[in-house]
Antibody, heavy 123, light 107 residues
Framework: EVELVESGGGLVQPGGSLRLSCAASGFVFSDYYMDWVRQAPGKGLEWVGRMRDKANGYTTEYAASVKGRFTISRDDSKNSLYLDMDNLKTDDTAVYFC??????????????WGQGTLVSVSS | DIQVTQSPSAMSASVGDRVTITCRASQGIGNNLAWFQQKSGKVPKRLIYAASSLQSGVPSRFSGSGSGTEFTLTISSLQPEDFATYYCLQHNTYPPTFGQGTKVEIK
């Protein structure tokens, strides 16, 4: 069974930093692209970014709202995905989900999600 | 960026009703669209991928259709467990964009 478990959320002051982790199990993690998606309180879903697999050079994509402040990485030996968030703003307050995407098929976006971890940015 | 306009933003319906939700993309996206269901306080769950393919384990009362710029999610006979918020996602080009969501409430 596919399982994704996020951790690392918490309260941080504006301008601060935080690292989120996503531990994966139940599938061959190294074969998949992985995404981060967030949801501000009471709001809709917003795609944050993605890291591709080794076969595609571990390249990344980011939403404009986080580009230059957030960095996605992964450690296939630990079946883990990371989101490093710097220069956090109050607008970054949200539940952050990791999601499994694309392995061999472009149609396979976000077929599994973690339970999410809450990031609150406030002074 | 491709804009995705989802309608309606909210609706009231009764058990047994046929429900239709629409997403319109600002430019053609082929069939690169998925539908998700999110119950209050829960994790989003994918229902439909490639515009019309049913995710394994999802009841057959859910169906998706469309291509290009207009897409539809249909629930043929609304069940009590279907009251939730539904989102579409276009993933034809970066950045992928979600619709604003449709909250389906009990009438």
């Amino acid at each position: 069974e596919v399982e994704l478990v996020e951790s690392g959320g918490g309260l941080v002051q504006p301008g601060g930093s935080l690292r989120l982790s996503c531990a994966a199990s139940g599938f061959v993690f190294s074969d998949y692209y992985m995404d981060w998606v967030r949801q501000a309180p009471g709001k809709g879903l917003e795609w944050v970014g993605r890291m591709r697999d080794k076969a595609n050079g571990y390249t990344t994509e980011y939403a404009a709202s986080v580009k230059g402040r957030f960095t996605i990485s992964r450690d296939d030996s630990k079946n883990s995905l990371y989101l490093d968030m710097d220069n956090l703003k109050t607008d970054d307050t949200a539940v952050y989900f990791c999601g499994r995407s694309v392995s061999g098929s472009w149609s396979n976006w976000l077929d599994s999600w973690g339970q999410g971890t809450l990031v609150s940015v406030s002074s | 960026d491709i804009q995705v306009t989802q309608s309606p933003s909210a609706m009231s319906a009764s058990v047994g009703d046929r429900v239709t939700i629409t997403c319109r993309a600002s430019q053609g996206i082929g069939n690169n669209l998925a539908w998700f269901q999110q119950k209050s306080g829960k994790v989003p769950k994918r229902l439909i991928y490639a515009a019309s393919s049913l995710q394994s384990g999802v009841p057959s009362r859910f169906s998706g259709s469309g291509s290009g710029t207009e897409f539809t999610l249909t629930i043929s006979s609304l069940q009590p467990e279907d009251f939730a918020t539904y989102y579409c996602l276009q993933h034809n080009t970066y950045p992928p964009t979600f619709g604003q969501g449709t909250k389906v409430e009990i009438k």
